[in-house]
């Protein structure tokens, strides 16, 4: 059961690490730290679409 915990917190980091790179938030944000994947997906996506506009 770790690997999978570990597997999902290392997907976070990513997310995190890439909205933080796009400027989206800041590093100092604590935020990021308390979203779920799931919340951090759909940050990411929302940004995403923000910059194709």
Do not use: W
């Not at 999902?8 to 100092?28: C, P, T």
């Not at 944000?29 to 194709?52: A, R, S």
């Amino acid at each position: 059961m770790p690997l999978l915990r570990d597997a999902v917190e290392n997907v976070r980091n990513i997310f995190i690490k890439r909205l933080i790179q796009a400027g989206a938030f800041k590093q100092s944000d604590q935020v990021l730290q308390k979203l779920t994947l799931t919340e951090l997906i759909h940050e990411y996506k929302n940004f995403q679409n923000e910059c194709k506009k």
